[in-house]
């Protein structure tokens, strides 16, 4: 075998003379890490919490469209997160959290979302993250009822415009009746018990037998007229009483459920001092045996050898 290389035989002899070297480097190795996992790093404490977003209501119409884009997975989980919403939350407890301690994750599988709260106090954690879940079921809640607000207020113009439109429409019409001197009994009422009368009664289906072709086509191109903007007005007013009865109503807690409350952990996340005294073990044996192999290296070339 070339004299210049090192067998098997002659490392495990290196290695067990250096053995002193090599254990002295491994106790203060794990000594060192001892003493930074119980008095240097800092401990952190997690809090953990499972909630899961469901968009089942009864509601219908535009008013689920508006619910079902709300409540999603994907929505809630960025607007917990949002540091804007975390001050706001905060500010006036005059505590500073931060949304780099929050970890936010969705399973894709069941939409679950999981939440992390880390801090240096295990109870702080889990208020802070109650905090969150239960301000952003309000925030979410209080954006909606917002949006309906909205929404029935622009159903409200829409239901004066259309009331309007019908007005001048039944005056066009009355207007064409009394200017053709037509049958008094042609003339259509505005309103009666909050309806409007749009049917034809026998007797003015018969009194429009004598009447001019072309007036009797504008009455009745006149009444559809009325009776398609009635409809229409008729289905606002339905759309406006479902949003109304959502603003006084809607309660976001059926939509958000806390599947698992967040916890409160009995010891720390970190620092993990087994991990970091196994670090240490492996860390300090490296370093020995790297010292043990320089000092033969030292010592075989020192020029005092030659």
């Not at 208020?127 to 301000?135: A, K, P, R």
């Not at 289906?205 to 001019?212: G, H, I, K, P, R």
């Not at 603003?247 to 806390?258: G, N, Q, V």
Request: glycine residues 2%; charged residues 20%.
């Amino acid at each position: 075998m070339n004299d210049e290389t090192i067998d098997l035989r002659e490392l495990i002899e290196i290695v067990w003379k250096g053995k002193i070297i090599i254990i002295i480097s491994i106790i203060i190795a794990m000594l060192i890490s001892i003493v930074l996992s119980f008095f240097v790093l800092d401990k952190k404490f997690e809090s953990k919490a499972t909630v899961q977003i469901t968009s089942n209501t009864a509601a219908e119409g535009i008013v689920k469209e508006y619910i079902d884009s709300e409540f999603t997975s994907q929505v809630f989980s960025e607007r917990i997160k949002s540091q804007i919403f975390i001050e706001q939350v905060f500010e006036e407890k005059g505590q500073k959290v931060s949304n780099q301690n929050l970890n936010v994750s969705i399973d894709p599988a069941t939409s679950m979302i999981s939440l992390t709260y880390t801090s240096g106090d295990a109870k702080e954690s889990g208020d802070v993250l109650t905090t969150l879940i239960n301000e952003q079921k309000i925030a979410i809640a209080n954006a909606l009822q917002k949006e309906f607000t909205l929404l029935a207020d622009s159903y409200t113009e829409e239901s004066k415009k259309l009331s309007n439109e019908i007005r001048d429409l039944i005056k066009l019409y009355n207007t064409t009746v009394h200017t053709n001197n037509l049958p008094e009994i042609l003339i259509l009422q505005s309103m009666v018990s909050n309806q409007l009368i749009l049917d034809l009664s026998k007797e003015q289906q018969a009194s429009l037998v004598n009447v001019d072709g072309e007036i009797q086509n504008d009455l009745i191109q006149l009444q559809a007229r009325i009776e398609s903007k009635s409809t229409e007005y008729s289905k606002i007013l339905d759309q406006y009483q479902t949003v109304q009865t959502n603003i006084e109503s809607f309660r976001a807690d059926p939509l958000i459920k806390t599947i698992i409350e967040p916890t409160i952990a009995s010891d720390p996340s970190s620092p993990n001092t087994l991990l970091n005294i196994a670090i240490g073990l492996v860390v300090g044996a490296m370093i020995g045996l790297v010292i043990v192999f320089i000092r033969k290296y030292w010592l075989e070339t020192s020029p005092k050898n030659e």
